[in-house]
């Protein structure tokens, strides 16, 4: 339901699946540096209220394949209380990728100018 209001705005997802693959990055999490596409109080549902989406550039890299190239997606929690993403998940926007299965390990590469991935507070102890 979100991919025309995005659209709209400028930013085509059209040939990715529309689904999120969730990526846990523990032990780190994530820290927003600044996103590439940002949308301020998107209201792309009739009756819940509107939220704040940003997107940053991913590549995921597989040995013996070509980089496949998407976006992490991120709801704004301040504007969707009742959805609750851990800071150590990332819910990423790919093409569909062939071979991917819980549990299998992935390597990820992300711009540091739009977000960084760093230890939590509770393992710098």
Same mark, same amino acid.
């Given at each position: 339901? *979100?991919?025309?209001?995005? @659209?709209? #705005?400028? #930013?085509? !997802?059209? #040939? %990715?699946?529309?689904?999120? %693959?969730?990526?846990?990055?523990?032990?780190l999490?994530? $820290?927003?540096? *600044?996103?590439?596409? +940002?949308?301020?109080?998107? +209201?792309?549902h009739?009756?819940?209220?509107?939220e704040?989406? /940003?997107?940053?550039?991913? $590549? @995921? !890299? $597989?040995?013996?394949? /070509?980089?496949? $190239?998407?976006?992490?997606?991120?709801?704004?929690?301040?504007?969707?209380?009742?959805?609750?993403?851990?800071?150590?998940? !990332? =819910?990423? #926007?790919l093409?569909?990728? =062939?071979?991917? /299965?819980v549990?299998? +390990? @992935? +390597?990820?590469?992300i711009?540091?100018?739009?977000?960084? @991935? =760093? =230890?939590?507070?509770m /393992?710098?102890?």
């Open positions: 339901m *979100q991919v025309p209001h995005f @659209l709209a #705005l400028g #930013l085509d !997802l059209g #040939l %990715l699946y529309p689904g999120t %693959l969730n990526i846990s990055i523990a032990p999490c994530y $820290r927003v540096v *600044q996103p590439r596409f +940002k949308f301020v109080k998107v +209201k792309w009739p009756t819940e209220p509107a704040t989406f /940003s997107f940053f550039d991913i $590549r @995921l !890299l $597989r040995e013996n394949e /070509s980089p496949v $190239r998407g976006f992490i997606y991120h709801p704004h929690p301040e504007t969707k209380p009742e959805h609750f993403q851990k800071s150590d998940v !990332l =819910e990423v #926007l093409p569909y990728v =062939e071979g991917i /299965s549990g299998s +390990k @992935l +390597k990820i590469e711009p540091s100018d739009q977000m960084v @991935l =760093e =230890e939590t507070q /393992s710098q102890g």
